[in-house]
């Protein structure tokens, strides 16, 4: 089953549960519950990954109905939840009023509401902030502008001879050039200790990536001379506890070791490396091609593809055209492109992320909007007397609009800012976590931006309904009739 | 004496769909500035209609209605909705209080139309608190106060931006007969000592008596009675 059916089926069981269980429960309460619930399953999809068997399916289609009919029995009915307030509205009785205190006031008037909404947008902005930061994460690798791979032209998984490495090497408009072969390593567990292990030429390598990673020259000295040395970033040295000269055994889900008829090798850490935030390199761990090359049992002298730099990048479409057609027509097609361009498409490869992304996020802010705006316009219907009495008072309708307005707007900002911090927190605890997988999660900036950008926009689009209502609200109908 | 408000040949209908209702044809007054009017009259007789028109929260279908020597009548709704502030103070029968604001709060709030500051808003309300008798509950809600302390911070509310002209829809109707009698008391201070005109619509002829002279309204006419001057 893949994840995307699965999350598309979600999402229709999601809506028809709620549909179904807001015509038997109505009210902002059970329909903030209800998103609440319905945003955090499918939180938990994300994070439980791909292999979702018929048991999950069956959980979630139980879990529904049990936890609806629950809520349903233990609502909280108006009798037990007399209109009480968990904070007091106004703080500072000794305080004189103003437009932005009276907003806010009116904001706290109900506080399990408040709280209820916060929640949700929270919820909205957290999984946007995540899942987009994470994106950027895996798409967006800082690399070089002059760096080129090369690849099969078929797939990127298919290998090309070695002989290719030296003709690349000494094409017009490479400066330096190495190649790698992905290892398909893990330690100890296949999934928990899976790691991106690259078969590496040292010397090439070292001089492409140079400012890339930050080694002592004791542990540079060891792994050009060492055949089984190997280097780790810092966060899986971490991890695993591991240090330098320790013998660790990798084990291959591709290759046999011919030497011994396993799938494991065994090297020794010449060394412990940091990358700069974001870097490319920042989960690769390192072995020699040489060692690797020999032990194999099949697939000896062909390497993975070519990572190399251009003198300027000016010139990469020229040595990308220049390689291709070089090998055009060959047994090994090349496919060569800058190294940006090449991150983008691997994490294409790993699933849509963007597309999954774009539903859940969209899923989610789509059913805030309805809920916050229904609230909203709940809140200001139920204020209509106090409009009539402002409006009688002589203040205008233009600065009524404003103040509810500027409630959606506060209530917006406060969730979204929430949301952002609890985003913030996650993706620390992710990228502590995740000593393998991705590594170096944060908020990006940009994420930032346009979190700001949506939560205005939330705002506006929430408060502008009863704002308008509020604004053409009629003294004498709303001050109603005896 | 000069007159503060003068109504003439107004009428005001509603249209119901194709029905057009006409609740007042020709209607004519005169208000004298400092006077204190009680309007009385049948349930339907106009009495809420006329006092809308006069604070000008509703309009009039034809005729003139001049304020102070002004046409208020030809005002904008945002010069009519200025105008209010400054001259008009309401009063109405359920207070109308805002819940989530204190006494002294609810009071400031016609300030906030002001540009005074906020020391100067809160000796305002100081004032006006302390010439309805509520200084004690400035700091009170309105759910922690009783029904005549709430209308007496209304009438505070009404007062504090120092209008010419305060106009009270059964401000005593939801009260009892001492708390009403208090209230009154008020506003016949306020008439008397502080010189606010007054137009009071009531059901209760002893409420009536506070006040310097009772209109009789109905269907949309004043009739004459042995109270009016
Ligand atoms: N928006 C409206 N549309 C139609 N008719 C209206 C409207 N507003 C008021 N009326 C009618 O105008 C008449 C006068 O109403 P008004 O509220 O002024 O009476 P009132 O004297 O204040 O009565 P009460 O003593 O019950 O408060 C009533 O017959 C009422 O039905
Ligand atoms: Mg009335």
Redesign the pocket.
């Known amino acids: 089953m893949n994840r995307i059916t699965y999350l598309l089926a979600h999402i229709l069981l999601g809506v028809l549960a709620f549909l179904v269980f807001t015509r038997v429960a109505p009210g902002p309460l059970f329909s903030a519950f209800q998103l609440l619930f319905f945003i955090l399953s499918i939180t938990l999809i994300i994070w439980r990954g791909i292999n979702i068997g018929w048991r999950n399916w069956a959980w979630l289609i139980l879990l529904i109905p049990v936890v609806n009919v629950g809520f349903l029995l233990f609502a909280p009915s108006k009798e037990r939840f007399p209109k009480r307030n968990f904070i007091e509205i106004t703080p500072d009785r000794s305080t004189t009023v103003d437009d932005v205190r009276l907003v806010r006031w009116n904001l706290a008037r109900n506080s399990v509401r408040t709280i209820l909404l916060s929640v949700s947008i929270l919820i909205a902005f957290l999984l946007f902030g995540v899942l987009v930061s994470f994106n950027v994460a895996i798409t967006d690798v800082r690399t070089a502008p002059n760096r080129m791979v090369t690849l099969s032209k078929i797939n990127f998984t298919e290998s090309l001879p070695i002989a290719y490495f030296d003709r690349v090497l000494h094409t017009d408009g490479v400066l330096a050039a190495t190649h790698m072969n992905w290892f398909g390593g893990y330690y100890q567990d296949q999934r928990r200790g899976f790691m991106a292990v690259f078969a590496v030429d040292p010397d090439s390598y070292l001089r492409v990536y140079q400012d890339d990673l930050h080694l002592t020259p004791q542990a540079r000295e060891t792994f050009l001379h060492e055949r089984t040395a190997l280097l780790v970033p810092r966060n899986i040295a971490d991890r695993y506890h591991w240090r330098v000269g320790q013998h660790i055994p990798i084990n291959s889900n591709i290759f046999t070791n011919g030497t011994n008829g396993s799938h494991v090798w065994d090297f020794t850490i010449a060394g412990i490396f940091e990358t700069p935030d974001g870097n490319s390199q920042a989960n690769s761990v390192l072995i020699r091609y040489d060692y690797f090359n020999d032990t194999i049992t099949f697939g000896r002298d062909r390497i993975g593809w070519i990572s190399f730099l251009t003198t300027s990048a000016t010139v990469n479409d020229r040595v990308a055209h220049a390689i291709d057609t070089r090998f055009a027509n060959s047994q090994d097609e090349t496919s060569t492109q800058d190294a940006a361009a090449f991150n983008r498409s691997f994490a294409a490869q790993l699933g849509n992320i963007a597309l999954v992304v774009t539903l859940v996020v969209g899923a989610a802010f789509a059913a805030i909007l309805l809920i916050v705006g229904t609230t909203m316009a709940l809140a200001v219907r139920e204020r209509t007397k106090e409009v009539g009495v402002l409006k009688t008072l002589g203040f205008s309708s233009g600065r009524i609009l404003r103040m509810v307005l500027g409630e959606s707007m506060l209530l917006s900002l406060i969730g979204a800012t929430l949301g952002l911090l609890a985003a913030a927190g996650v993706l620390y605890i992710l990228s502590h976590l995740n000593g393998g997988g991705g590594g170096g999660f944060h908020l990006y900036p940009s994420v930032i931006g346009i979190s700001a950008a949506i939560a205005i926009a939330l705002g506006l689009v929430t408060g502008i309904l009863p704002a308008l209502s509020a604004y053409r609200m009629n003294i004498i109908e709303a001050l109603g ?1 005896r | 004496m000069t007159d503060l408000i003068r109504l003439t040949d107004v009428e005001k209908t ?1 249209t ?1 769909g194709k029905e057009k ?1 006409a ?1 007042f044809e020709r209607l004519s007054m005169r208000i004298e500035q400092g006077d204190f009017l009680a309007l009385m ?1 049948p ?7 006329l006092l809308n028109l006069l604070g000008g929260t509703d309009r009039a279908t034809r005729g003139t209605i001049e304020f102070d020597g002004k046409r208020i009548d030809k005002l904008s709704e945002g010069q009519l909705t200025n105008w209010r502030a400054q001259n008009v103070g309401f009063i109405f029968q359920f207070y109308n209080l805002m819940p989530i604001l204190t006494a002294a709060q609810n009071v400031e709030l016609p300030l906030l139309l002001t540009n005074l500051s906020p020391k100067k808003r809160r000796e305002n309300v100081a004032t006006a608190l302390n010439i309805v008798g509520l200084s004690d509950r400035a700091r009170h809600k309105p759910r922690e106060m009783s029904g005549g302390q709430q209308q007496r911070v209304a009438i505070a509310r009404a007062i504090v931006a120092d209008p010419k002209l305060l106009l009270c829809d059964e401000p005593t109707g939801d009260l009892d007969r001492t708390t009403a009698d208090e209230v009154l008391g008020t506003l016949q201070l306020l008439n008397r000592d502080l010189g606010k005109t007054i137009v009071m ?1 009531t ?1 209760d002829a002893a409420a009536a008596k506070f006040a310097k002279r009772t209109l009789h309204l109905d269907k949309g006419h004043f009739v004459a009675s042995e109270l009016a001057a």
């Open positions: 009739r | 509603y119901r209702i609740i009259g349930s339907g007789s106009g009495k809420t209609t619509v059901h």
